[in-house]
């Protein structure tokens, strides 16, 4: 399955490891490395509003300084496209 994982749409992916973390025949070790892989894409697309949803179904832990960071990335982003 995870030779597949290039061929997915990145979205995809990250659902189907969702799936796994929430999963309870998951052993916690994999679930350590889907956190860790969960974590890296939300924090590398700027998805704040998933990660404060995961934070708040505590999949994740919510990291106060890298949830600022995405949501001034959005907000350039956001400035950006409006002076366009």
Same mark, same amino acid.
């Given at each position: 399955?995870?030779?597949?994982?290039?061929?997915?749409?990145?979205?995809?992916? =990250? $659902?189907?490891?969702?799936? /796994?973390?929430?999963?309870?025949?998951?052993? &916690?070790?994999?679930?350590? *490395?889907?956190?860790? %892989?969960?974590f890296?894409?939300?924090?590398?697309?700027?998805?704040?509003?998933?990660?404060?949803? =995961? $934070?708040?179904?505590?999949? /994740?832990?919510?990291d106060?300084?890298?949830? &600022?960071?995405?949501?001034? *990335?959005?907000?350039? %982003?956001?400035?950006k496209?409006?002076?366009?």
């Open positions: 399955m995870e030779g597949e994982e290039g061929s997915q749409q990145p979205q995809l992916v =990250l $659902a189907n490891k969702l799936f /796994l973390l929430r999963a309870p025949d998951v052993d &916690d070790i994999e679930k350590v *490395r889907l956190r860790d %892989e969960v890296v894409a939300v924090k590398a697309d700027d998805m704040a509003s998933l990660c404060e949803s =995961l $934070a708040a179904s505590s999949v /994740l832990e919510l106060a300084t890298q949830l &600022d960071s995405m949501r001034k *990335r959005i907000e350039e %982003e956001i400035k496209l409006v002076e366009k």
